[in-house]
Antibody, heavy 118, light 109 residues
């Protein structure tokens, strides 16, 4: 069965950095595009970033462009999100999700909470 | 940028039909995907490519898409269908990105 397990969340001060990981199993990771999606407390879903199956293309939401970097290691079946210059408005649960192409997002992890606060 | 508009809330009695709309400029020319999210849980794909159902999703869930409106229809609504529902498209502009609707809270009366 497909499993996506996020890790790396926590509390960080404004301006700080954090790297999230998403460990994948139960499907051929190297054949799937991967997304990061976040959800601020009590709010709706906000797409963050996407990376193609081979890492050849990466796309970002305007709200994180220049601060966040999505990457993947197909040899480790792991997706990453490097988050720099964090702001209070980046506080959210961060989900990873897989996609056979660009969309749909077939399966989602359970999420990891990132809190940006002094 | 492309905007998807959903009603904040929809209420329906058990056994009736719920329709959740997702409005967007010429959305009928795009592929729409729908997700269900229950409190404290990750979203689950319930409809993809406008009207296809993933395995394990009841036939009571259906979708359509035409003109400026996509619709998720839930027939014979059950208490367990109470959740937030989000529509989604891929905006393949010069700066490709994913767009989510604001979400609709479905309340089963």
């Amino acid at each position: 069965q497909v499993q996506l397990v996020e890790s790396g969340g926590g509390v960080v001060q404004p301006g700080g950095s954090l790297r999230l990981s998403c460990a994948a199993s139960g499907f051929t990771f190297s054949s799937y595009g991967m997304h990061w999606v976040r959800q601020a407390p009590g709010k709706g879903l906000e797409w963050v970033a996407f990376i193609r199956y081979d890492g050849s293309n990466k796309y970002y939401a305007d709200s994180v462009k220049g601060r966040f970097t999505i990457s993947r290691d197909n040899s480790k079946n792991t997706l990453y999100l490097q988050m720099n210059s964090l702001r209070a408005e980046d506080t959210a649960v961060y989900y990873c999700a897989n996609s056979p192409g660009e969309l749909p997002m077939d399966y989602w992890g359970q999420g990891t909470l990132v809190t940006v606060s002094s | 940028s492309y905007v998807l508009t959903q009603p904040p809330s929809v209420s329906v009695a058990p056994g009736k039909t719920a329709r959740i709309t997702c409005g967007g400029n010429n959305i009928g020319s795009k592929s729409v995907h729908w997700y269900q999210q229950k409190p404290g849980q990750a979203p689950v794909l319930v409809i993809y490519y406008d009207s296809d159902r993933p395995s394990g999703i009841p036939e009571r869930f259906s979708g359509s898409n035409s003109g400026n409106t996509a619709t998720l229809t839930i027939s014979r609504v059950e208490a367990g269908d109470e959740a937030d529902y989000y529509c989604q498209v891929w905006d393949s502009s010069s700066d490709p990105h994913v767009v989510f609707g604001g979400g609709t809270k479905l309340t089963v009366l």
